[in-house]
């Protein structure tokens, strides 16, 4: 069994928790840096602009993106030890179709990297920073989606710092279908970082690969 899971530069140090409940599975881990990135760029005066959850990117942000998923990505491999083998996206071959309205940014592709295949073979765990060949910024949540379809990976999981996606009291959803997903997606209620993980879950799940955002199961 094949998981990959998907972790953000605030919660990437849960993924050995993840990875100890998973004993025994090939896993891939892709992970963002969303808040390092955000906050660096307003250190250097670089604006900040966000078009539904993905980031304007120009060719000095697309500098300091690369710059602080180097940054998590070698932290994340240091926590994982010998096991881990960092890849930067852009340079294994991850696919994207360019936005151009946003810049230096990719929709991305399902992708079947020979580095990431090499590694789960040789029982490794690649950890791969989402950039896509370009090179082009791209949503990590997006990236790891198409990746675990690329790679015909079980299932996806999305690392989250709440349980998973929540009702309108608060409850956290033991599951959901992807209907309900996009219907929930249109309606315009959601906000913020959910958008794009909801998204990348429904394609995952659309495409055969299971998909699980925190404790909620985004099912087809």
């Not at 990348?200 to 055969?208: E, I, L, P, S, Y």
């Amino acid at each position: 069994m094949t998981v990959v899971l998907k972790v953000g530069g605030a919660v990437s140090g849960e993924v050995l928790d993840h990875l100890q409940a998973l004993n025994g599975e090939s896993v891939v881990v892709v992970h963002g840096a969303g808040p390092q990135i955000s906050a660096e760029m307003e250190k250097r005066g670089l604006p900040v602009q966000f078009v539904n959850g993905r980031r304007v990117t120009t060719e000095q942000g697309l500098e300091v993106v690369r710059e602080l998923l180097v940054e998590v990505n070698a932290r994340i491999c240091a926590a994982l030890g010998d096991r881990a083998v960092p890849l930067m996206g852009d340079e294994i071959g991850l696919r994207a179709e360019q936005v151009e309205e946003l810049g230096l940014v990719g929709d991305p592709r399902p992708s079947r990297p020979a580095e990431v295949v090499a590694a789960l073979s040789a029982g490794k765990i690649p950890v791969v920073a989402p950039l896509a060949a370009g090179p082009l910024n791209v949503n990590a949540d997006e990236a790891a989606a198409q990746l675990a379809v690329g790679i015909e990976a079980d299932e996806i999981t999305f690392v989250t710092d709440v349980p998973g996606l929540l009702d309108q009291d608060g409850s956290t959803l033991e599951e959901i279908s992807v209907d309900d997903a996009q219907a929930l997606l249109a309606s315009g209620i959601l906000q913020g970082g959910i958008i794009p993980k909801l998204e990348a879950a429904v394609n995952a799940a659309r495409a055969g690969v299971q998909a699980r955002i925190g404790q909620t199961v985004v099912f087809a």
